[in-house]
């Protein structure tokens, strides 16, 4: 394709599309097909040419036109003009705002007290784009040699339990489970956080297969199943050995399978005979009949030469053993040999089959060497609190967030705020919208949404490589991430060539030589061919090309190279001052606090509610519509009580992310979420905590 390519396509009038893509996350990474009037923006849709897409999107995304031209859309540069958090702010010029941002990075980097590591980058998946996620910004801040950001906040234990076990972050293909004759469906919400799955979990119903779904919440996908397993939070790994000692017992299993593919077998044998049926019940708090019959679907359907697949989501990995729980899961179709059929494994993530450096977008050759600081972004809370000292290094002294909103959904956020309220604390906000993050912000500085810029996209739901063109031209000053980096480079005076690098030379950049740049150009994706049965014989992407029950890194690191049942660090048990355990899913029409802000999809979900079970608000005299408080003691979240048998008894569903600022108290679901981190993978413990819960005494009933 030659190179007279514009920046911002599809600006001439008349009406014609544009090829996108959703650049959220989420696993199925639609194909868009953008409409666009004149210059504008008129309608999003799924890309019926796009096979995992099929034209349909979720109703989130098919709302974007409402995002992008948003009335409360950030539309110029702000600098703050009133204390932190009042959200008080002053339009400047981007030379005015870029010019001393770039002072005031550049005091704290060239300090010897302090230095360039006392900066640093917060950002997740606002875009889960290679360009406008991380590429200029991860050059720019190597370039200045700030502290390190591990991203860990949503899947880092569920990774590490799959390379651990199967050597990468992969599984089976997903259009595949259209053909198993079981699917399980453990620690997902499919209906509302994996749509195109949903499509062909429903295309093998119809075909006859049993669907299960392992939940604590009766979800919507959990209504649409046969069969529903309400779990305590957190005893997954307790579930899966009870299943390993029935396959066992029963001989349910692939000796051959075994005897060539696994690796530590005798010793998980072992201890999965620990685990009988009536021991797990009790630590899940699950009649010890569906363990039973769960058992014997999933061995009795392999044993016929049927297909049976698990399709695991990152709900488990959430507690203080997420990671013991991805493991002991992901042991379960190499005992049966489920592998061998492309209907059959398992899928909790497919980004290890991408395989792509990313480094010449990144370069990491920019960093001086020597030692670098690398601060978790899940304990923000305390680390923005944190002095300098010999074992944590320079005091944090200046934030520059994007692509997130921690103050929103980072753990045990009373913490997080009193951290971005430090006035010492220089704070540079990238956004669209005045978020509860952006309130303590020194400087907002307008990005663009995913109709205004180029980028790439990997999946992690399925195995296509997308391209996301731009539809339309920016709205009105906003300016793509990556040209902001840009613009700060060259306020710092980085003269580095890659710093001239524009969007289009940064998406060919990322592709390598393993995907053509003009077959994404002429289509809007590329499939990567990847094996329909991958693991059919064995050649798992570990160092011993086996499936690995027993870890030999892990062993070094843990002392236990097994998986395990750890329990929760806060149960909620009956009796204590917190008797009850709280997870915190997302609302289903806003993605985790994206879309918080769009009218019509606020209005869906009325207000910031907590589920719970009618036993549970019996006993504390509660009903639907009751203004609640529910407490421990990192804080107190003020919401509305739903009575509803989507909470199981002992626990309940906190539904967010809502933004701080709908709050009825200015608080969320994360004021009582805990810093402390997971098994493996440094991960957060959101669905780890234990809480009580009261009516307030002047209660606020919700219209019906």
């Given at each position: 394709m030659p190179e007279t390519i514009t920046l911002h396509a599809a600006t001439e009038p008349g009406s014609h599309q544009v090829l996108g893509a959703c650049p959220h996350d989420c696993p199925d990474t639609c194909s868009l097909l953008t409409t666009v009037q004149d210059g504008v923006a008129t309608r999003v849709q799924g890309n019926p040419k796009h096979p995992q897409t099929d034209g349909v999107l979720c109703t989130k995304v098919s709302r974007y036109t409402e995002r992008t031209y948003h009335p409360e859309r950030i539309l110029r540069p702000l600098r703050r003009s009133g204390p932190k958090g009042t959200g008080q702010f002053t339009p400047v010029s981007w030379d005015e705002a870029l010019t001393d941002i770039a002072q005031r990075l550049s005091s704290i980097a060239n300090d010897p007290a302090r230095g360039p590591q006392a900066v640093l980058p917060y950002s997740y998946a606002g875009t889960m784009g290679w360009v406008q996620g991380e590429a200029m910004a991860d050059r720019f801040f190597n370039?200045?040699?700030?502290?390190?950001?591990?991203?860990?906040?949503?899947?880092?234990?569920?990774?590490?339990?799959?390379?651990?076990t199967l050597g990468a972050k992969v599984g089976m293909r997903v259009e595949f489970f259209a053909e198993s004759k079981l699917i399980i469906i453990w620690g997902s919400n499919a209906i509302g956080s994996n749509l195109h799955f949903w499509r062909y979990a429903q295309t093998a119903k119809r075909n006859g297969a049993k669907l299960i779904c392992i939940d604590p919440r009766k979800t919507e996908t959990a209504e649409k199943c046969h069969e529903h397993i309400a779990l305590r939070p957190g005893t997954d790994a307790a579930l899966a050995f009870a299943l390993m000692q029935q396959l066992i017992t029963h001989d349910w299993l692939d000796h051959d399978y075994i005897a060539r593919h696994t690796l530590g077998w005798e010793a998980l044998r072992a201890r999965a005979l620990q685990w009988p049926p009536e021991r797990a019940a009790d630590v899940c708090g699950v009649p010890v009949e569906q363990i039973y019959s769960l058992a014997r679907d999933y061995g009795a359907t392999v044993q016929t030469g049927a297909p049976a697949a698990i399709r695991l989501n990152y709900g488990m990995q959430r507690a203080r053993g997420g990671g013991n729980a991805v493991r002991a899961v992901a042991c379960l179709p190499a005992l049966v040999g489920a592998w061998r059929h492309r209907a059959g494994g398992m899928l909790l993530s497919a980004s290890g089959t991408h395989g792509f450096d990313k480094s010449a977008l990144s370069r990491p050759d920019l960093r001086k060497s020597g030692p670098v600081r690398t601060i978790n972004m899940s304990t923000i809370g305390d680390d923005l609190l944190r002095p300098c000292s010999a074992g944590f290094g320079p005091k944090i002294e200046a934030l520059v967030v994007y692509n997130s909103n921690p103050v929103a959904v980072a753990p045990d956020s009373s913490k997080v705020v009193q951290g971005f309220a430090r006035d010492d604390l220089f704070?540079?906000?990238?956004?669209?919208?005045?978020?509860?993050?952006?309130?303590?912000?020194?400087?907002?500085?307008?990005?663009?949404?995913?109709?205004?810029?180029?980028?790439?996209?990997?999946?992690?739901?399925?195995?296509?490589?997308?391209?996301?063109?731009?539809?339309?031209?920016?709205?009105?000053?906003?300016?793509?991430?990556?040209?902001?980096?840009?613009?700060?480079?060259?306020?710092?005076?980085?003269?580095?060539t890659c710093f001239a690098d524009d969007d289009l030379t940064l998406c060919r950049a990322g592709l390598g030589q393993r995907v053509h740049f003009d077959d994404l150009l002429a289509h809007g994706f590329v499939s990567l061919p990847v094996a329909q049965a991958p693991f059919a014989s064995g050649g798992f992407a570990t160092a011993s090309d086996k499936c690995e029950f027993f870890s030999a890194s892990l062993a070094r690191q843990a002392g236990d190279g097994l998986p395990d049942y750890l329990p929760n660090y806060e149960p909620g048990t009956e009796g204590t001052t917190y008797p009850l355990s709280m997870i915190s899913p997302p609302a289903r029409n806003f993605l985790n606090s994206t879309f918080v802000n769009v009218k019509s999809l606020r209005s869906v979900e009325g207000v910031p509610v907590v589920e719970i079970n009618s036993l549970d608000a019996a006993a504390r005299n509660i009903f639907s519509g009751d203004r609640v408080r529910v407490f421990n003691a990192r804080g107190q979240y003020h919401c509305h009580a739903e009575v509803s048998e989507r909470a199981r008894p002992g626990v309940l569903n906190g539904l967010g992310v809502w933004w701080r600022k709908f709050g009825p108290e200015g608080t969320n679901v994360n004021e009582l979420t805990g810093q402390r981190l997971t098994d493996m993978g440094r991960a957060p413990t959101f669905y780890d905590c234990a809480v009580n819960i009261e009516k307030c005494e002047s209660t606020q009933a919700v219209a019906s």
């Amino acid at each position: 394709m030659p190179e007279t390519i514009t920046l911002h396509a599809a600006t001439e009038p008349g009406s014609h599309q544009v090829l996108g893509a959703c650049p959220h996350d989420c696993p199925d990474t639609c194909s868009l097909l953008t409409t666009v009037q004149d210059g504008v923006a008129t309608r999003v849709q799924g890309n019926p040419k796009h096979p995992q897409t099929d034209g349909v999107l979720c109703t989130k995304v098919s709302r974007y036109t409402e995002r992008t031209y948003h009335p409360e859309r950030i539309l110029r540069p702000l600098r703050r003009s009133g204390p932190k958090g009042t959200g008080q702010f002053t339009p400047v010029s981007w030379d005015e705002a870029l010019t001393d941002i770039a002072q005031r990075l550049s005091s704290i980097a060239n300090d010897p007290a302090r230095g360039p590591q006392a900066v640093l980058p917060y950002s997740y998946a606002g875009t889960m784009g290679w360009v406008q996620g991380e590429a200029m910004a991860d050059r720019f801040f190597n370039r200045l040699g700030a502290s390190l950001l591990d991203r860990t906040i949503c899947a880092s234990a569920g990774g590490a339990a799959l390379e651990a076990t199967l050597g990468a972050k992969v599984g089976m293909r997903v259009e595949f489970f259209a053909e198993s004759k079981l699917i399980i469906i453990w620690g997902s919400n499919a209906i509302g956080s994996n749509l195109h799955f949903w499509r062909y979990a429903q295309t093998a119903k119809r075909n006859g297969a049993k669907l299960i779904c392992i939940d604590p919440r009766k979800t919507e996908t959990a209504e649409k199943c046969h069969e529903h397993i309400a779990l305590r939070p957190g005893t997954d790994a307790a579930l899966a050995f009870a299943l390993m000692q029935q396959l066992i017992t029963h001989d349910w299993l692939d000796h051959d399978y075994i005897a060539r593919h696994t690796l530590g077998w005798e010793a998980l044998r072992a201890r999965a005979l620990q685990w009988p049926p009536e021991r797990a019940a009790d630590v899940c708090g699950v009649p010890v009949e569906q363990i039973y019959s769960l058992a014997r679907d999933y061995g009795a359907t392999v044993q016929t030469g049927a297909p049976a697949a698990i399709r695991l989501n990152y709900g488990m990995q959430r507690a203080r053993g997420g990671g013991n729980a991805v493991r002991a899961v992901a042991c379960l179709p190499a005992l049966v040999g489920a592998w061998r059929h492309r209907a059959g494994g398992m899928l909790l993530s497919a980004s290890g089959t991408h395989g792509f450096d990313k480094s010449a977008l990144s370069r990491p050759d920019l960093r001086k060497s020597g030692p670098v600081r690398t601060i978790n972004m899940s304990t923000i809370g305390d680390d923005l609190l944190r002095p300098c000292s010999a074992g944590f290094g320079p005091k944090i002294e200046a934030l520059v967030v994007y692509n997130s909103n921690p103050v929103a959904v980072a753990p045990d956020s009373s913490k997080v705020v009193q951290g971005f309220a430090r006035d010492d604390l220089f704070t540079v906000v990238l956004e669209h919208f005045q978020t509860d993050t952006a309130d303590y912000a020194d400087y907002i500085l307008p990005a663009t949404t995913q109709l205004e810029h180029w980028d790439v996209h990997t999946t992690y739901g399925h195995t296509d490589i997308l391209l996301n063109r731009p539809a339309i031209a920016p709205v009105g000053q906003a300016r793509t991430n990556t040209d902001i980096f840009r613009g700060l480079a060259r306020a710092m005076g980085y003269s580095d060539t890659c710093f001239a690098d524009d969007d289009l030379t940064l998406c060919r950049a990322g592709l390598g030589q393993r995907v053509h740049f003009d077959d994404l150009l002429a289509h809007g994706f590329v499939s990567l061919p990847v094996a329909q049965a991958p693991f059919a014989s064995g050649g798992f992407a570990t160092a011993s090309d086996k499936c690995e029950f027993f870890s030999a890194s892990l062993a070094r690191q843990a002392g236990d190279g097994l998986p395990d049942y750890l329990p929760n660090y806060e149960p909620g048990t009956e009796g204590t001052t917190y008797p009850l355990s709280m997870i915190s899913p997302p609302a289903r029409n806003f993605l985790n606090s994206t879309f918080v802000n769009v009218k019509s999809l606020r209005s869906v979900e009325g207000v910031p509610v907590v589920e719970i079970n009618s036993l549970d608000a019996a006993a504390r005299n509660i009903f639907s519509g009751d203004r609640v408080r529910v407490f421990n003691a990192r804080g107190q979240y003020h919401c509305h009580a739903e009575v509803s048998e989507r909470a199981r008894p002992g626990v309940l569903n906190g539904l967010g992310v809502w933004w701080r600022k709908f709050g009825p108290e200015g608080t969320n679901v994360n004021e009582l979420t805990g810093q402390r981190l997971t098994d493996m993978g440094r991960a957060p413990t959101f669905y780890d905590c234990a809480v009580n819960i009261e009516k307030c005494e002047s209660t606020q009933a919700v219209a019906s």
